[in-house]
Every structure is written in C-alpha cells, then in structure tokens.
C-alpha cells in the first residue's frame, strides 16, 4: 500500500472514542489524522482534552493533535468513525456523509435505515452493496455504515456458524460490563455489590438488530430474518466484556458435539484483514469459562469465545464490549470496505 | 406457648451456620441449647470458635455457649439444624434421626430420598406428611427434612403462583452471590472484576429438585412433576442474594398483566409463624429492579422480589440465598411442622 | 417525655438525607413530620420522591409524608436536620435560624463559623454553649449546630481518649467509602478495580475542624487546639466505612497497652441519648480488624472501631460514614440539645 | 548477542510464576528453556499445568515446554528465577546455587542474609558486588540475587530520589492489591466491599528490607542505613497495582517543587536493559493520580508513578505489584548482571 487513507474520529474523547484512537493509532491501513470533540475541547492537544481511561500510555502519535470541532469543514480526513450519542449521530452522520466522507459509526441512530448497512464482516459482509444503493437513493458523495450494538454484535456472531442448523428461536441472558454505558453511565453506588436488571433499550437492540443482520440482501434490500430472540439484559460489576448465557432453538436439532464443531470450523475467509482476529471465535475448553476478566482480550479483544456448550442448545459467549462490540467492528468494517473497493 | 422447643445447629460456625444462629437466637418458639462443629472448635465459646462475620454483633445470648461435637450424645436439643457439607451430611444426619432428633437440613445429601421431605412452606407444605413414612420405613424416632438448594427456593417461590397457568417450559440464568459457595468457596481473584458462568452441580439441582418440589404426594409419594427447567448458572461480584431471570411457557399462555397479578396475589396462608415474611412475593415497580444490594433484606430477607414481568413471560427475581435460601428456609419449615403437630 | 419534638430534614431525598429519616423515623424523643426537598420533589408522597437505597423496606411512618419545600413557611418543625449541599446550606440554614429552628447541619458551610458549634457528644459537650453567644450576636431566634466531616468525626472519637497523653502531631491515610460522596458522587468506572487517591477539600476539613472541635472554650469562644494534623485522603471500592490508619506523636508517649486501655476505658458519661451506641469506642481483639464491611454497623452504626494499636503510635479505625459519621452525628446533638434544655 | 542465555522459571505455574513466563518469553537476550513446578505438574505441557490467569493468550513459545521438578538435575538453564514459596526457596535456592546456577529469587527467604544482594537496579546497582563474597563464603559456583517484597520496591524507587535531602523518617500507608496474596491468597468474601487493614509480615519487610537497601557497601559488607520507616499496610479491593501514601521526613527539608524536580529527573542511568521503562519513575500532573487501574500498566508495568506531591513531605505513589515488585524486578536484576558481567 502506497499511501495511508486519512481517518478521523468524531467523539474522541469519550470511552469508545478513546479506543477507536487505540485502534487506529497505529495502523497499517490508515492514518489518523482528526480527532473531533465538543467545542469544549475543540482547540486542544488531544493529551489534553482526553482523560485518557485505558490503562496504558496515550499513544504518542495522537497526544499532539489538535482536537477540532465536529464539522465536516474542519476534519481534515477521507473516512470518519463515529462514536458519538444517538441523538448527535442522526443529525451529524449525514451531514458528513453529505460532504463525501465515509462515515462508519457505533451509534444507533441510523443502524435500522432500510438504505444503511448494518454489519459484522464474519457474518453478512454482502450488506455492504447497500452502500450503493445508499448513495443513490440520498444523492450522497459519501455514504453511512452501521455496526450493531455490543451485546448484539457479540450474540450474532455465534448465531452465525448455526444458521445452518435453522435458527427458530433465542432466548439470551446478557450480564453487561459497565463500560458499555460509557464512563459516566454507571454510578458506583448503583453497581457495587449489586446487579441491575434493566438497561434501557438493550433489549430491542437485541432483538431487532439480528434480524437485519441475518436478512437476505436480494439486491436491492434486505429482507429481515424471521427467527425470534427474546433478551433479558443485566448489568453486572464487571468493567470490560459482555457475558451472554444462550439458549438456541434449531430446526435441525444439533447436538452440541455438533454445535461445538459449528463453533471450532467456523472460517468467515476474510483474508487478513488487520484488525481480524485469527480466531473470530475461540471455543473454550475449560468448564467454566469464557469469562469476561480472563479472556476478553483474546485475539485483542476481537475473538469472541464460547464455552459450555451443553444440551439445549446452551451456550455462554463473551466478547469485549467496546472493541469487539465498538470500536474494533467498526474499524473492521472500513478495513472490509477498502478491500472490497468501497474507498 | 409455655415452654420453647430446644434446637440446635449442625456447623454452627460457618457461613450458612451463622445465618441459622443469627435466626434462632432470638426466637420466639425456639431456645438455641446447642452449637455443634468441627472438634477443633469443640470445647470453645462460640464467640471464640466462629470467626463472625454478619456485619452486626454476634448475639449476647449465644457468644457463650460451648461449642459441642457433633455427636447425638453431645447436642441437647431436640430439633437440629444442619447446614453440614453435603458428604458429612450423608452420615450424620441419618445417626441423629435415629437417635431421635428432628433435624432440619439445608444439605443437599438427603433432598432426593423418596421419603424426606424437600419442603417450602409456601409450596408444597403437604409434602410434611412424607415424615410419617420416613419415620416407618427408617424405624427412626426423628426425621430429617430437607429445603431446596437456594436458587431452587428463589425459582420455586416464583413458580407457584404460576403453576395454575400449567407450567411447560422453564429456562433460568442466575446470577448468584459470593456467599453461595460458602465463605472460604471463592477466591478474590477468581470473581473480581469478573463473571464465572459455572457452579458445579447447581443447574442439575435447579432442574431435577424442582421437579420433586412441584411434584403430587398421592398418600404414600410423590410424584414429580412433568414441567421442564433448563438452567445456566453464573457466579457474579455480589455478596449476597442471587438474582435470576426466567422464562416461563405455559399452557394458557398468560398475559404479562395476568402473571403479574398472581403474583400479587399469592398467598400461602400459613397464618403466621414467626419467620414467614408479611409478603411471600414482593412485585417490584421499579423498572430495574430487583436488585440484590436494595432488595435482598426484605421481609427480613425471607421475601422473594420479582420484577421486570413481560412478554415472554419474563420476569427477574431476587432472593437472599443465605436467608430465604437456607438457614430461614429451613427454620420455616421446621415452624411450619410445629404448627402442624409434628413437633 | 409526654410530648415528642417535632423535627423535619431538609434534603431528605439525598444519600444522608435517607439516612435521617432511618434515624428519625422510629425516635423515641422526635417526630418526624416534615420532609423538605427540591421544588421536583415537592407535593409528592416521600416514597414516591425518594428513591429509597437503604437495603431494607423504607418506614412506613414516613412513606406516605408529603415532601415540602425547603422553605421556613412550609416546614412544620421545631428542629430542622440539614443534609444539604454546602452552597445551599450557606444561605439556607441561616433563613431557617433566623425563623426560630433549631438547624442541626451536616454541611460544611457553617461549621468554621466562631460562634457556630461544632460538636460530637462525647468529644466537646461543652462547645454548646456557643449557641447562647451565637443567639445574642445574631439576633435569632433559632440556632445553628453542627458535625465535623464524616472522616474527621472518626478522627476524633478516637483522639479524644488520647488528649490526655499531649497530642503533638497526627498523621492520618483515610481509606473512604463511595457513600460520602453522595449516590451520585462517584462513576463506577472510576473507582471499580481502583482507588482514587484524592477527595476534593476533604483534607483540608480535616485539618482544620479537628482543631476547633479540640479548641477549648473559655466562655465566651473557642480557641483552637495547637497540635498538627496531616490528613492523605483516598477513596476506595467500600460502599460504607471509612477506615482510617494513624499515627500520633504524643507527649507523654504512651505505651500501645496504655493507649489501648484508654480507648477501652473511655466513657463520655452522655447517660443515655438514644442514638449513644453502648460503646462509643470498640477496640478489637482480631489481628486483622477493624474491617468496614463486619465492622461498620456495630452500635448500630454509631461507635468507632480501633484496632492494630502498635508502636508509633499506630492504630486502624473504622466509622459508618453517613451514620456515625453525618446523620446519627447530627441525631446525637440535638439528642444533647434536648438534654442540657437547649431544646 | 550471538547467543541467548538460558533461563529457567521454579514455581512457573503460580500468579508471579505466570508473570515471568510474560516477561520472560520474547526476551531478546534470554531464552526461557525451562519451566520447574510441583510433582503434580511435572511432565504435563505447560499450558496444562498453568490455568493461565494473565487475560491473554498464553505465549506461544512456551505453552508446550514440558513442566519439570523443581530439582537442579532436572532444570536445562543457567538462570533460573524464583517464584517459590518462602519455605521452599529456603531450602532448594541453595541447592540451585550450588550446583552453579544463577538464582534471581522473589522470595523472602534470603534476602536478609548478609552475603545476598537485595537489589534494585535504579536504587543499590552496587549491591551486585555482594556475589563474589556469596560465592567465596559459600563456596558455590552460582548465586542467589534476590528483590525486594513488593511494597518494598514501590517505596524504594521514590525514597532514592529523595535520598540526597537526608532521609530522616519515613511514615507509609499501603493499600495493596489482592494478587499481592497469590491466586489463592484472599478469599472474595473476605474481600469484596470491605478493606483488611493487615498483611502478615509485610509491615516487618518494608520496614528492614529498605535499610539494607538503602545500605551502603564498604567493599565487604552492607551497613544499614539508619533512618526509619514506620509502615501501616491494608489490603483493598483492587486486582493488581499497590498504591502507598507517603510522609518523608527530610533533613534539609525540601519543598514540594524540589521534592518533583528530584523525582522528574531521577536517572539511574542503567543504559538500556531491555526491561527498563522509559520513566523509572512518571510524575502524574492529575491531581488525582496515580490510580491502580489507570497508571500500573505505565512502561509495560515497570514505571512507578508518584503524585499529589504536597507539604509535609507528602505524595502518593504507585507500582505494579506482580511486575515492577516482583517477576520484572527479578528480570531486571539478571538483566542488569548480564551487563555487569556477572553471567
């Protein structure tokens, strides 16, 4: 590769801002080159206007760049990654893409658009032709894509090596890390020794996201899949990874040998990707895991793992919330689209 | 009533113990005459031998009373409470029955037996009459009877007032408490920042006492009921109260409004026994509760919270595993054969 | 006592606020009968406005009172406990006095004040008279008293059986709790797996308040002690207790059996206030106590553990932050109040 | 380097034994050719053994090393480190260094002996000159080395910067991780909301550990240095990362501003051993830092960073526990050897 694409971040200084800057910090594809914040740190080094949350040293080729606001005229860059709140999102992602930038974004806001791609690339990369369809329909330069939400994100890819079997239903249990509410989203006092059964939205997410993302693109749409999920989400006193407990209904009946071998031979033959992990999912062998502090990082926090594969189908899944289900998707997401010839 | 029943408890000293002591000493129908434990700790004030750990003052009346073997000969009472290990259960258990005790257990070495009761007195309190079986068979002059497995007790609770709409098929993921595994069963560094989705042999218990519970006694048995559970059990950061969501299917397919009012209102009419809280179940309004640290010491951590009732149905619970799930569990039970002429 | 005192709490709705209406709901001297709060709060029933975080079912006596707000006109009280945030406290709790309340803050704002005590019952009693000198210089009907900051209260419990030895110079490391900085006080992203290092002002609090609380009043001020105090403040994953390590350089440089032997004998003669705990200092035998999650409720919240009294002077010490430590602080002054006629 | 030199890890399997597998596996001057454990895990690969706990992937490299015994027959290397228990290295240290090995010990057992270097490289390098009197005493073709206990270490690397003011007296409050106790070491419910204001032995270690440290040697032997520390060590919920709050006082007393000036240009000048940090020592500016969670991965987990630098002398400071204060402090000590021309 001749010469790095420019990439910025728009809300880079939150917590799944800050690992987007991570992600992208050093990377073999493309050159961060803009960071956009709020006005208040607009004008900033980023060093300075990012409390830098995780765990290791600011990465010293971004400490020094000038955080600029969030307008298309001052992001000096081809590609933009978004994580910025819902609401900033359905007004400010298309206006960038308007302007011709590629906007690849974690918010929610546009990820149900019919014209919007809503993707992992282990499981419906073909979404991706939406994207012309998308320009078309919106008269845009540039162009919108989605990755889903965490607790989905991670959910969907382990539906995906049993699709063969017939999905027909799921019912999921999540125990969700705090950071997925962002760093102010959780108080101590609320999470502490406690475990809090509701977060707001999660459970439509769940349950109406997967259904996108296992539709059949017939060329012009995508037709939703009709099996049904029915999510149960819990927060628990974890910082980092999300923990889902599976029960699948299948039509062919697997056993869970079966399934186990679904999980192991699962190859999405993406062709080296850099933020791909080598193993997309990662089949535990211990009877008591996955678990979240141990095995999160795998693959760099993109492997997803799975364990307890027992009759049922029951299964749990872990996967980190906000790189494999954030920011990593996300940037996974451009790396398939630069290969596929999108940008 | 003019005189107190003496009881005492089996492995007074630890975790599930204390709670029992912590039940009895101040109890109106019961006077605590006896505290048995290891030999190491035979001979010694109880404030000595048990490192008390309740977060309150270990109570006067019990601080000196001298720890016994745990031996019929050296326990005088006539009631005693076990909250034994599972494998020294299975021995001793049986010696005291013979030698006349009623022994109340929260072991799960006996739960099984055709002819001990695994009793909760707001479910199956007809299972009480298994005692006079047992006590023909075994030509014992006690008995022994036993409560569910704390996750089981949480499940059961819920489960009643739902058993008219014709249980079919039951899933639970429980997210339980540290002290579970008793005080010395998890590591810090096992839990911390952390879930661990195994507790060995805690989902065939969920699944098969359940069934012994909910099941007909005809006279002479029991028969086990036909309905299916299928668990997955999670150990979460939390000290105490395990926290489960369900899903229910059922043969007249309620409506969310319907499970709710039957839960509201349920009631066992036990009329009265000192440990049976002022609600069995508490509904909670709240759209994110219940939550273990808020709601596990209601009802003196005897009532059981669900919430979160929706299609499906779905619903969470919550219930103290070390109070509701076994040492007030078996104290009930024990209150409950007094009232009905057993003791 | 024929008739109780009418008392209400200003900020009941708030972390220290719940914790009064606890102290004050069931009070064998007052009776709780107003509520103040926000303007949002306000007309609602106090259930319904406070969203209850005490673990255990909120009293019914108080459920059901409609909130009021914060104004001298709408406050049916002859006392008034004040859990307000400083700023608010410093124009509030004065209007109140001026209106004829006796206020009992648990804010900072008056509590430096020269004519305004600060006072711990069995620390100094006699700082009370500053009331009859506040009265006359500000022409109020009512008055102003205070309680030190939660972690200097600690402090000084267990310096005052010291004073007798010549206090020279403290050193003190806190270890606090999440609960002093309010419900909403701390992410749980900042704190979990952490300790934060730094608690704004709260140092500085320390310092100085444990200086006027030691002062001596000579009738008509307090002139303040001369020993130096120098406080390193650290807040850690504890829900309740602040846990405190000292070093205390004495003149008569005691031996640890004697600087024991004075906390073991220490007796503040308070004859029976109902919020007294039976001892105010509790000194623990265990090698590795006090510890606050077993050690933080004894004498129901209100005494002081000390524990690992070594050379050094080194020892540990423990205190229930918002009970000891803010709202039983504040009880157990007007409980004083009432008994020296005060009130 | 033409050729790597072999290394070998005793107790490879534990919390630090797993440690030095990290440091050690892609060393670009060592070799890690053996792995000793206990009998039960002799002979199994090691990735059988170990229930790898570091939150990735074990090494590649090493994962089916054959585990051996922990016997110098047994042990293909010339450096082994030390990760046993204090019993055991007391016993089998010697055997090791006998039979010609170079022993790098994380024990206790030997660093007090008059003959073994205690040693830091950024603090006492000089101290190495101790071996060739060990070999001679002893007669031994190898040699033990050893690091000091971890909170040791923490408050070393701070002291020797200060050391040129005239350290006088030395008062320390830790609050230390739970690995600090081993995998196995703390118990959740002992832990879990709650701070252990005692470590056995750890007090003791701090406070003579850091004379002999601190001592100077005269050509034969380690004079103590003579001032004096006075520790007061707790245990808090927290994974990895001691924090420890200092006041130093100083003979010349010098301000805040000297005190960061001598911290920010601290150089050891060890010239480029591979497990160096950059930063030694990393002055935070946040007012609230250092922090665990945030600052223990600073230079790969071998920087100690100090903050709230303020009168008296006062500051914070924190380290790595189970890197920079034990498996990387023993790296680093063989490292610095290896330059020195000791292997």
Known sequence: MTKKIKVGVLGATGNVGQRFVQA?????????????????????????????????????????????????KYIDADVVFSALPADLAKTTEPEFAKEGFVVASNAAAMRMEKDVPLTIPEVNPDHLALIDIQKKNRKWDGCIITNPNCS??????TLKPLEQFGLRNVNVATMQAISGAGYNGVYAMAIYDNVVPYIGGEEEKMETEILKIFGKFDGTK???????????????????????AFWVDMEKNPTPEEVKNA?????????????????????????????????????????VSVGRIREGIRYVALGHNTIRGAAGASVLNVELMHKKGYI
Chains 1, 2, 3, 4 share one sequence.
């Not at 989905?152 to 890819?157: C, E, P």
């Open 24 to 72: 992208l910090s050093d990377h073999p594809w493309f050159e961060l080159t803009a960071l956009g914040a709020s006005s208040r740190s607009a004008g900033k080094a980023y060093a300075d206007a990012a409390d830098w949350k995780l765990g290791r040293e600011i990465p010293k080729s971004v400490a020094d760049i000038e955080v600029s606001e969030i307008n298309p």
């Open 152 to 157: 989905t994100i991670v959910m969907a890819m």
């Open 222 to 244: 995508v037709k939703c899949a009709d099996f049904k999920v029915s999510a149960s989400c819990h927060r628990v006193p974890v910082i980092d990874g999300h923990t889902e």
């Open 263 to 303: 999980f192991k031979t699962f190859d999405p033959k993406l062709s080296d990707l850099p933020t791909e992990p080598e193993f997309p999912i990662i089949v535990c062998e211990g009877p008591d895991r996955p678990q979240p502090r141990l095995d999160r990082e795998m693959g760099g926090g993109m492997s």
